[in-house]
Structure formats: structure tokens, C-alpha cells
């Protein structure tokens, strides 16, 4: 599944030029919208009359807003067919759960980062994992579901921290 993803990202990269999640979504007509201030989830999405919409937490700084977004797309692309069922959030998924934030997850991942720059800052960064991620603009926990995604491509990294799904459920 996890090569599965990173194709599904490739494709969507070759198609919009981009790796921008904001510019996918927009460019896919996805209606994107602030949460409610009393939602304390920090984003979600959904399908209503045939159109998407994703909702993220308007107190989130911008590069979480990023990951979310990338994240929710990522629930766009690989579950479409749960979005038609109900809305994509912490509180529903039920048996879902686990597998489908994993994925979307791992989209993101595979999304907002590449493989070249992973390359490139693992050579350079000596094994200073915070600091790579800090040069990349990423939270550990995304940099560590992209080191598995490469992994499982044939990559032979090392994985600093464990791969916990439910890392964008609520706010901290």
C-alpha cells in the first residue's frame, strides 16, 4: 500500500506541477474553510451534493495548516469512497480509523517532502535527525513517516521515532 501512495502522490505532482497542497485543492475545486474556534479537531473533510470540502483549524500555525492540508487531501485522493459515507474525522471512523489516518499520513508525507531532500539532508545532517527536520520545515513525526515510506521503497534509513496514526487528531 505504502508504494501504492507514494505513485498516487507522484501522479497528482506530474498532473498539477506542484507539490503545494493548497494549490491541489484548489485546483481540484476543493472548497477549503476555517474550523469553528470550538472545534478542537485540527482539521477535516468531507463530500456534500458532490464537492469536497476540508475545514483546518484557523489557530494553527502555517505550516501545520500545510500538513493538515496536505493530510486531508490525502483522505480526498485515497478514501473517497468513506467521504461519501461521512464526514473524515477523529470522532467516526470507527475500524477505519487506524488504517485511513495512517495512509493519508503517509500521503502527506510523501507530499511535502521528497525523496532528493531527504537524500541530501540525511548526507549532510550527520545524524542530527531534529535539525534536518527543522532545515526541511517539517515535524518529526511527517519526516518519520516519510523515512518508512522510503523504506519500504528499498531505502535503508534509520527510523528515530515510531509512527503514531492519530498524530493530527486534536489540538495539543
Same mark, same amino acid.
Given at each position: 500500500?505504502?508504494?501504492?501512495?507514494?505513485?498516487?502522490?507522484?501522479?497528482?505532482?506530474?498532473?498539477? @506541477?506542484?507539490?503545494?497542497?493548497?494549490?491541489?485543492?484548489?485546483?481540484?475545486?476543493?472548497?477549503?474553510?476555517?474550523?469553528?474556534?470550538?472545534?478542537?479537531?485540527?482539521?477535516?473533510?468531507?463530500?456534500?451534493?458532490?464537492?469536497?470540502?476540508?475545514?483546518?483549524?484557523?489557530?494553527?500555525?502555517?505550516?501545520?495548516?500545510?500538513?493538515?492540508?496536505?493530510?486531508?487531501?490525502?483522505?480526498?485522493?485515497?478514501?473517497?469512497?468513506?467521504?461519501?459515507?461521512?464526514?473524515?474525522?477523529?470522532?467516526?471512523?470507527?475500524?477505519?480509523?487506524?488504517?485511513?489516518?495512517?495512509?493519508?499520513?503517509?500521503?502527506?508525507?510523501?507530499?511535502?517532502?521528497? !525523496?532528493?531532500?531527504?537524500?541530501?539532508?540525511?548526507?549532510?545532517?550527520?545524524?542530527?535527525?531534529?535539525?534536518?527536520?527543522?532545515?526541511?520545515?517539517?515535524?518529526?513525526?511527517?519526516?518519520?513517516?516519510?523515512?518508512?515510506?522510503?523504506? !519500504?521503497?528499498?531505502? !535503508?534509513?534509520?527510523?528515530?521515532?515510531?509512527?503514531?496514526?492519530?498524530?493530527?487528531? @486534536?489540538?495539543?
Amino acid at each position: 500500500m505504502k508504494e501504492y501512495i507514494f505513485l498516487q502522490v507522484e501522479k497528482l505532482k506530474k498532473k498539477y @506541477r506542484t507539490s503545494d497542497p493548497f494549490t491541489i485543492l484548489e485546483a481540484m475545486n476543493v472548497q477549503i474553510w476555517d474550523t469553528p474556534q470550538s472545534c478542537k479537531l485540527k482539521g477535516f473533510c468531507f463530500l456534500a451534493n458532490q464537492t469536497f470540502y476540508v475545514s483546518i483549524h484557523p489557530d494553527l500555525p502555517e505550516e501545520m495548516r500545510r500538513i493538515v492540508a496536505a493530510h486531508e487531501l490525502g483522505h480526498i485522493i485515497l478514501h473517497k469512497s468513506q467521504l461519501k459515507m461521512a464526514m473524515m474525522t477523529d470522532y467516526n471512523l470507527n475500524n477505519y480509523q487506524k488504517d485511513t489516518e495512517y495512509e493519508a499520513n503517509l500521503f502527506a508525507a510523501d507530499l511535502l517532502i521528497s !525523496d532528493e531532500e531527504v537524500r541530501k539532508e540525511l548526507l549532510e545532517a550527520d545524524g542530527a535527525y531534529y535539525a534536518m527536520c527543522s532545515r526541511l520545515n517539517i515535524t518529526p513525526t511527517m519526516m518519520s513517516y516519510k523515512l518508512f515510506s522510503m523504506d !519500504d521503497r528499498g531505502y !535503508d534509513y534509520p527510523l528515530p521515532l515510531g509512527i503514531d496514526s492519530r498524530c493530527l487528531g @486534536r489540538e495539543a
